[in-house]
Each structure stands twice: as structure tokens, then as C-alpha cells.
């Protein structure tokens, strides 16, 4: 299993950025992908983005050309740069990991957009 920690949520106005970071604690070339996840009150948790181990990174429409996944390997790092933020983008932002058929989930950041 592998653990994870999220940083970088907060309040910011709408249009504004954000950048939400994912430390892992384990060398990400050996996780198999990690994601970013989100869930807003009343609603179920769904899928914003998500890179692989070889650095393939897949987008739900919602965020696309608005938001990018990246990754630092020498740090064990997940981001998550949100721009153009939105109200509905308003939710707990949750870093994901799958490795050895264990999924792993962090404990989550607050991203609220309102003016």
C-alpha cells in the first residue's frame, strides 16, 4: 500500500488557479497509475484526472484545457494545476493510487470557488 497526502486546496474566486499536490510515499515508477478524484456534497466521487506509470494522462470532459496532471518522479509527486477555475468545480479533491492491486486514497482537500 502507499501512502498519500494531498496539499494546495482552498477558496478562490471564479476564473482563479490552484494547484493541488499529491505526495506519495513511495517511488511513483512503481505505482501503477495515480489519479485525482473529487466529491462534492450529495454527489459520488468521479474521476477529474489520471497520468500512468509511463506518464499517460487522461481528463474528464468537464476539466479538459482547464486543468493539467503532472508529475515529479524525483519527488514522488502528483499536481493537479486547476485554471479557470469554476463554481462547480467546488468539491474534496482526493489523490488516488493503484499498485499491486491495492487502491490507496489520501485524506482529501477542500477546493472551494466562489466569489
Known amino acids: 500500500q502507499v501512502q498519500l497526502v494531498e496539499s494546495g486546496g482552498g477558496l478562490v474566486q471564479p476564473g482563479g488557479s490552484l494547484r493541488l499536490s499529491c505526495a506519495a510515499s513511495?517511488?511513483?515508477?512503481?505505482?501503477?497509475?495515480m489519479g485525482w478524484y473529487r466529491q462534492a456534497p450529495g454527489k459520488e466521487r468521479e474521476l477529474v484526472a489520471s497520468?500512468?506509470?509511463?506518464?499517460?494522462?487522461n481528463y474528464a470532459e468537464s476539466v479538459k484545457g482547464r486543468f493539467t496532471i503532472s508529475r515529479d518522479t524525483a519527488k514522488n509527486m502528483v499536481y493537479l494545476q486547476m485554471n479557470n477555475l469554476k463554481p462547480e468545480d467546488t468539491a474534496a479533491y482526493y489523490c488516488?493510487?493503484?499498485?499491486?492491486?491495492?487502491?490507496?486514497w489520501g485524506q482529501g482537500t477542500q477546493v472551494t470557488v466562489s466569489s
Open positions: 513511495r517511488s511513483i515508477f512503481s505505482i501503477n497509475a
Open positions: 497520468i500512468t506509470r509511463y506518464g499517460i494522462a
Open positions: 488516488k493510487g493503484y499498485a499491486n492491486n491495492v487502491i490507496s
